[in-house]
């Protein structure tokens, strides 16, 4: 099983800041196939990216991801309110697939 | 509109059966494949399996095989999670989404069911 940790675990910011959130890999995860999720309190997950850098449907273009291989990130360039929330990295080249633990970016 | 609509929350008592539903409309149900998750308090996601109900090819996570099961029903585009013997453990908020086929990841969610466990 391919574990996902991700660092930090809280991140305090300020609306307008960069936001940086790391996700690495136990092994390599097989062609980038790498997600990222937002988690709003009391709110369905949100798939943000796949493939390790392509936005979803309706994603804003604040939100990119990149990496390969080990080490994932996702990087929100200007921070709005509605942000704050839990973000979960995913894998799903390997079975089982597998979360990370989540970083929760909070507003400072 | 795709929507993924999930059954109500749930008290149970510990020993007692359970069986929560994940409604699909506005997409091909056959055509994807529906995961769950679960989520236990204060805690991250978990996946715990997938089923394609177009052939009710099912796979489990490891951790939850045999703890759960999960089946569907084309006929009325549903899909299942089912416990027969429930532990406090099992208190958690469960999630089931959706997922095409091929290297993908699953794109929409269920709004959550809660599930407690307690005597």
């Known amino acids: 099983e391919i574990v996902l940790t991700q660092s930090p675990g809280t991140l305090s910011l300020s609306p307008g800041e960069r936001a940086t959130l790391s996700c690495r890999a136990s092994q390599s995860v097989s062609s980038s196939y790498l997600a990222w999720y937002q988690h709003r309190p009391g709110q369905a997950p949100r798939l943000l990216i796949f493939?390790?850098?392509s936005r979803a449907t309706g994603i804003p273009d604040r939100f990119s991801g990149s990496g390969s291989g080990t080490d994932f990130t996702l990087t929100i360039s200007r921070l709005e309110p509605e942000d704050f929330a839990v973000y979960y990295c995913?894998?799903?080249?390997?079975?089982?697939?597998?979360f990370g633990q989540g970083t929760k970016l909070e507003i400072k | 509109e795709v929507q993924l609509v999930q059954s109500g929350a749930e008290v149970k008592k510990p020993g007692e059966a359970l069986k929560i539903s994940c409604k699909g409309s506005g997409y091909t149900f056959t055509n994807y494949w529906i995961a769950w998750v679960r989520q236990m308090p204060g805690k991250g996601l978990e996946w715990m399996g997938i089923?394609?109900?177009?052939?009710?090819?099912?796979r489990y996570s490891p951790s939850f095989q045999g703890q759960v099961t999960i089946s569907a029903d084309k006929s009325i585009t549903t899909a299942y999670l089912q416990w027969s013997s429930l532990k406090a453990s099992d208190t958690a908020m469960y999630y089931c989404?959706?997922?095409?086929?091929?290297?993908?990841?699953?794109?929409?969610w269920g709004q959550g069911t809660l599930v407690t466990v307690s005597s």
């Open positions: 995913q894998q799903y080249a390997n079975s089982p697939v597998t």
């Open positions: 493939g390790a850098s």
């Open positions: 089923i394609y109900p177009g052939d009710s090819d099912t």
């Open positions: 989404a959706r997922k095409t086929s091929g290297w993908y990841p699953v794109d929409y």
